[in-house]
């Protein structure tokens, strides 16, 4: 974890505000305060620990509910004093049992979503859950997965070609669950899939609209 917590500019009471966001989804899970104690530990543990101006004290975040938060990376603002967390978390980030602190419908956000999901078909492939559809596919093995793969992306051409965007939208749904859980059962992330498309992207010049970012390479066809 490369961060300097010399560069962090902390206020009149020793403290800096902490921002922490999940590290895939970019949701913001808390605000919390961190003094020049806390920041050590979490550098040096690699998991969040902050300052409790209630209860004076340090607190290692998870340390009874066990829904600790492995720290990613951390960042300062601009002006040094706030800090970004970024964080893979165990559990739900806000005592009351919820996931965020923050009242955000994350079901606005798509990458978050995908992501949620992702984690979903993980679990099944771990627990195998007699009643599941997800676990089923992974029972069959590989060749099934690929087949269904194969399936929605034939369904999903034939619903553009209907016209019936209500169709399509479902199909695509299909198709993008069933190539979620082809990337589980290779082991793929869809962090290597983002890399990917972040790698493709292209620098903006004038009179480029950065919406074509990840737009692949067209290729010349070959002479006959």
């Excluded at 920041?39 to 902050?50: D, K, S, Y």
């Excluded at 002006?79 to 559990?91: F, K, Q, R, S």
């Excluded at 399936?151 to 209500?166: H, L, Q, R, V, Y």
């Amino acid at each position: 974890m490369s961060f300097d917590p010399k560069s962090v500019k902390f206020d009149e009471h020793g403290l800096v505000p902490a921002i922490v966001q999940d590290a895939h989804t970019r949701e913001v899970l808390t605000l919390a305060y961190m003094n020049e104690a806390s920041l050590a530990r979490t550098i040096e543990t690699g998991q969040t620990w902050f300052w409790s101006r209630s209860r004076n004290e340090l607190w290692h975040k998870g340390e009874t509910s066990g829904n600790t938060q492995n720290v990613v990376s951390l960042a300062n603002d601009c002006d040094n004093d706030a800090i970004v967390v970024l964080v893979e978390p165990a559990g739900p980030a806000c005592h009351t049992g919820a996931r965020s602190c923050f009242n955000l419908e994350m079901n606005q956000n798509p990458g978050g979503l995908l992501h949620e999901l992702y984690d979903l078909i993980q679990t099944r492939k771990r627990d195998r859950p007699a009643s599941s559809y997800t676990s089923y596919l992974f029972d069959k093995g590989l060749d099934k997965i690929l087949k269904k793969v194969g399936e929605e992306s034939a369904e999903t051409i034939i619903a553009a070609k209907n016209e019936d965007p209500k169709q399509l939208v479902a199909e695509v749904a299909d198709l993008l669950y069933h190539l979620l859980v082809l990337l589980v059962a290779r082991d793929v992330s869809l962090d290597h899939v983002r890399d990917e498309l972040a790698q493709r992207r292209k620098p903006e010049t004038s009179g480029t609209s950065s919406g074509a970012a990840a737009e692949p390479e067209t290729k010349a066809p070959e002479a006959p």
